[in-house]
């Protein structure tokens, strides 16, 4: 067979030599980028992951946070009412009268306050720490309460306690 002018030993473009294009080639790459977006997926996945249990830690501290404000201010409310009634208790009217809120104090001024705690000699007979905790909200708070005085008679009372800023004080002191 004659050899064509253009051919070159050098040449491998000898197409008959050759065999058809490797299938594990195809494979390989196939498979290569079959990895690849697994790989991806799997980044994205974890991201989406870590995003998500970083809110759930968020919103966890959170409700935590919140939880303990309110006992907090829960403890705060009945320490404001007992400080009340050991006041009353110990004829300090200034300082009770003090705990008061202002709308309290436009309704009942000082005087009439001295006058309702003079008429119910029993409330000097209050022991601290014999509040009921009958409702409870952020800004609002009642108490109540049972005097037991020394000739056996029995005096209830009931706090109704509103938050001004950030301070609990009295807004309504009834008895029955």
Known sequence: MARSRYYDDNDDRDYRRRGPRSSNQSLI????????????????CGGFFFLGMRSFRDAVQSASAQAQREMQDEEDAE??????????????????????TKEFQTRLKF???????????????YQPQSLDESTFS?????????IFA??????????QLAKEGTTWKIDRFTMP
Do not use: E, H
């Open 29 to 44: 790459i196939i498979f290569g980028l079959g990895g690849c977006l697994l790989c991806i997926c799997l980044v994205v």
């Open 79 to 100: 320490m404001a009412a007992d400080a009340f009634m050991q006041d009353v208790a110990a004829n300090r009217l200034n300082d009770a009268y003090a705990r008061t």
């Open 150 to 159: 020394q000739n056996g008679a029995r005096l209830s009372f009931t706090l």
């Open 138 to 146: 952020p800004r609002l708070a009642i108490y109540t309460g049972t």
């Open 111 to 125: 005087a009439q306050f001295r006058d309702f705690v003079t008429k119910n000699p029993a409330l000097k007979g």
